[in-house]
């Protein structure tokens, strides 16, 4: 894997959502692409459940939250 996960798995879900609902909200009402980019980029975050800004802020999961353990 070329990098470590730093999202919490609640934090993906709401992220997907969110992304999507962005997306779709932006191309029906003619936003903008930015808007779509945006939320695009967010859904991508969390399926990916990385996120670069909170890299670059030093966040990270705990050892048991990445092996998937509640």
Not at 19 to 41: H, K, P, Q, R, T
Request: glycine share 14%.
């Amino acid at each position: 894997m070329l990098y470590v996960k730093n999202l919490p798995w609640w934090e993906r879900l709401l992220r997907i959502g969110a992304g999507a609902a962005l997306a779709a909200y932006a191309l029906i009402s003619e936003s903008g692409w930015v808007i779509a980019a945006g939320g695009v980029g967010m859904a991508l975050t969390g399926m990916f459940g990385f996120c670069p800004a909170c890299a670059l802020a030093g966040r990270r999961l705990e050892k048991r939250l990445q092996q998937g353990h509640k």
